[in-house]
């Protein structure tokens, strides 16, 4: 327990903190380099389609599709015998979906079983598909491509397929250098960057934007990223400045010199729900980098090549060795675990913990949680932290604390307590290395109303 604080980094407000989740089960020789990765989202399944760029092979030399779980368990195996694929992606539904660059999507089941296919249009036979992203709405999961001819061709829900062709970017010669899909009020638009210009593509027209704030130094955007609620909108731009703020490009909400030029790798939101601190993981060969409102970042060094998988509440990092998670410290984990803290569930814990000592110290710290009628509200605070707490005994010691509160309370309602003893027993369970699926408690009631 005197731990428990020894990962937190603290950037602002707020503290980060990074934690193991596995150590991963598959033998992966030259680690995650030279393949396509996609993670489904709430701790579900990886895909690797090793040498997938390769045009010229030979039968016996197929690029290799595999599917493991979040521990790294092996699902799924089986040479790659169609197209070229360009980006492969998770539905709702944890379905993997591999887009080929003439723009046939084919849909398998995580186990390797082949379920349908369909075509991005006509237009995609003549120019190819060059880059493709999967994305998820309020409609289901939808797949957005852009063409050789760089022109955007959205299906908002594979399940309904509606093909839209966005409207031309007048002048656009070149690739963007970056884009990201956008689900706002039930519309689905492209932000793309061309240059110094940033775009807005919806059904019916391409509308020139300048976010707010903007450095007028800029004369490239090198990644942009949308946040897993697609509220938020992170730039990165040749200067190494990274730009936040809303998705509509109508408010800024911090800017951070990464003094680095290059382009990272990666960049995602690293945003828990309810949280004031906006921040974004960028990761370069070596380097991960937490960036949010203040001039301060976290640094994290990284031994083997990575890949960051956005979630609801922090961000998934997975390596050849491990699978860690990195996330905002919750409001109740800080209130009870911060140095010196006098939390009302801070001093509940000290409480139980004299009492297993046998010390008269329980009665003193009970005292004075009791004499600020704050008993009520530190028995929630141990069994709030308790869902945020990925290791079992730092759970059981925050429950036990609680139970011990109840003893001293005539009428607490039970439902909190008991409501958490079940969340933890599913999610410790589905935790577990046979099933492979680190669900957070954050995550879990978002996955049970999906």
């Known amino acids: 327990m005197a731990f428990v604080t020894a990962n937190w980094n603290p950037l602002g407000e707020a503290f980060y903190r990074k934690i193991e989740l596995y150590e991963m089960g598959w033998n992966l020789r030259e680690g995650l380099r030279d393949c396509l990765i996609a993670a489904a ?14 045009r010229e092979r030979s039968a016996s030399a197929r690029p290799l599709l595999e599917i493991y779980s979040a521990a790294g368990v092996p699902m799924a195996s089986f040479p790659w015998k169609s197209g070229v694929v360009v980006h492969i992606g998770w539905t709702v539904s944890d379905d993997l979906l591999c887009i080929q660059e003439d723009g046939t999507v084919l849909i398998y089941d995580m186990f390797g079983n082949f379920r349908r296919h369909f075509s991005m249009g006509n ?5 190819q598909v060059i880059e493709a992203k999967v994305f998820h709405s309020a409609y289901g999961t939808g797949v957005a491509i852009v063409t050789g001819a760089f022109r955007f061709t959205l299906a908002t829900n594979i399940d309904d397929l509606k093909l839209r062709r966005l409207p031309e970017v007048p002048g656009l010669q070149v690739a963007p250098s970056c884009w990201a899909v956008l689900t706002q009020d039930r519309q689905t638009k492209v932000v793309l960057a061309s240059g110094k ?8 027209a391409c509308t020139p934007v300048t976010p707010p704030g903007i450095d007028p130094q800029v004369s490239s955007y ?38 680095v030029r290059s382009p ?10 309810k949280s004031q601190q906006p921040s974004v993981v960028l990761m370069w060969d070596r380097l991960l980098l937490v960036a949010g409102k203040c001039k301060e970042s976290i640094k994290y060094h990284l031994d083997e090549e990575s890949f960051l998988v956005p979630e609801l509440d922090g961000v998934r990092i997975v390596s050849r060795s491990f699978h860690e998670f990195l996330h905002e410290v919750p409001g109740a984990c800080e209130e009870i675990f911060k140095i010196a803290s006098m939390a009302p569930g801070a001093l509940l814990l000290e409480a139980h913990k004299e009492y297993e000592k046998e ?7 009970l005292r004075e949680i009791k004499e600020q009628n704050l008993l009520p509200e530190a028995v929630r605070q141990c069994v709030e932290a308790a869902g945020f707490e990925h290791e079992p005994e730092t759970q059981k010691i925050l429950l036990r604390a609680s139970s011990f509160g109840k003893c001293f309370l005539s009428n607490f309602p039970p439902e909190q307590f008991v409501g958490m003893c079940l969340d933890l027993r599913v999610l410790n369970a589905v935790r577990d290395y046979s099933v492979g699926i680190p669900l957070t408690y954050a995550q879990h009631p978002s996955l049970r109303t999906a």
């Open 41 to 54: 989202p709430y701790g579900g399944p990886i895909a690797l389609l090793k040498e997938s760029q390769r």
């Open 123 to 127: 237009e995609v036979l003549q120019n």
């Open 264 to 273: 990272p790798k990666q960049m995602v939101w690293c945003r828990r729900p």
């Open 222 to 259: 090198f990644q942009m990223a949308a946040s897993f609620s697609y509220k938020y909108l992170a730039l990165f731009t040749d200067t190494g400045h990274v730009w936040m703020g809303t998705s509509n490009l109508k408010e800024k909400l911090s800017e951070f010199d990464t003094k």
């Open 359 to 365: 010390s008269q110290k329980a009665d003193e710290y």
């Open 197 to 204: 210009d940033l775009y807005v593509l919806d059904n019916t």
